[in-house]
């Protein structure tokens, strides 16, 4: 019998893009999936729509919060491995039956992602200049950025709630800190096929509502750090890593006139950097 993925679409107020990403799923070449689509309380039809389709899907109150959607969606899923889907990206067709083929032949494999096509206004970006690792022990490359794509992945659903699953008290970042804790205790599969297309840069976007991401990181590195997430090996390129970002940011906030806020930033860092020595 054929393994069931349980497909995980938050949305909020984009029922044009989740139609399509909708369909992307239908379209797949491997079809034992079930769809759930969690709505975080959409005033667009979102809801009316979901009602006449064959879809599993729950309506929240509105919360702006995308990890405490995907993992409502999570929580009643039926399959042994979850896949989320933003409902502004789309899926390849081959895209669910390459990854299952994959935990086919590796059974041990806790989650495996693949490469995607980045959009923006149309126009393809490129990706070559990004040379992070992508699969292995791939911890202090996330500790940078956000390295592994949310629409890409495929995890064992035990495994997902075993580290914890999305933070749900975070707007922004909420991906990159999900990660840091998922590298920090497994090795990550990867597909080296753009097998997702996303679309980035529209107004709708979280990340676009601040300008900036970065502080949303810092924080939730130092959230990790200070709730022990790290073994004692890991815990070193942490703190290096959140003195660099807050020495960065707090340039920033200098240059902006914040003086206030830089000064926090420069004494977050000096904190981190006394770990260090």
């Not at 393994?3 to 909708?22: E, M, W």
């Not at 989650?111 to 992508?134: A, D, L, P």
């Not at 495929?154 to 840091?180: C, H, K, P, Q, T």
């Amino acid at each position: 019998m054929e393994a069931i993925v349980s497909v995980v679409i938050p949305t909020y107020n984009r029922l044009s893009q989740l139609k399509h990403a909708v369909n992307s799923v239908r379209a797949q070449d491997y079809t034992t999936y079930e769809i759930i689509v969690v709505d975080d309380g959409s005033t667009d039809g979102t809801a009316q729509w979901l009602d006449k389709q064959d879809i599993r899907f729950l309506i929240l109150t509105h919360t702006g919060f995308p990890g405490l959607a995907r993992n409502r969606g999570a929580e009643i899923a039926r399959g042994r491995y979850l896949c989320f889907l933003d409902s502004d990206d789309v899926w390849k067709e081959e895209k669910l039956k390459k990854q299952i083929a994959f935990f086919s032949n590796n059974l041990e494999a806790a989650v495996c992602h693949t490469r995607e096509i980045w959009q923006r206004s149309g126009k393809i970006i490129s990706q070559s200049n990004q040379k992070h690792k992508r699969e292995g022990y791939i911890f202090p490359d996330a500790l940078k950025k956000c390295i592994i794509g949310p629409s890409t992945v495929m995890i064992v659903r035990s495994v997902f709630f075993e580290i914890g699953a999305f933070r749900e008290n975070m707007e922004i970042a909420e991906d990159y800190e999900l990660w840091l804790r998922l590298t920090a205790q497994y090795e990550v599969a990867y597909i080296d096929e753009p097998l997702v297309e996303k679309k980035a840069g529209h107004a709708e976007q979280l990340s676009e509502k601040y300008g900036h991401i970065e502080l949303f990181r810092i924080w939730a590195l130092l959230l990790n750090i200070s709730q022990g997430s790290f073994t004692f090996d890991q815990l070193k390129p942490a703190c290096k890593e959140l003195e660099r970002k807050c020495r960065i940011y707090a340039f920033g906030c200098e240059k902006r006139g914040k003086h206030n806020e830089s000064f926090f930033y420069r004494e977050l860092a000096g904190q981190a950097e006394a770990y260090l020595t």
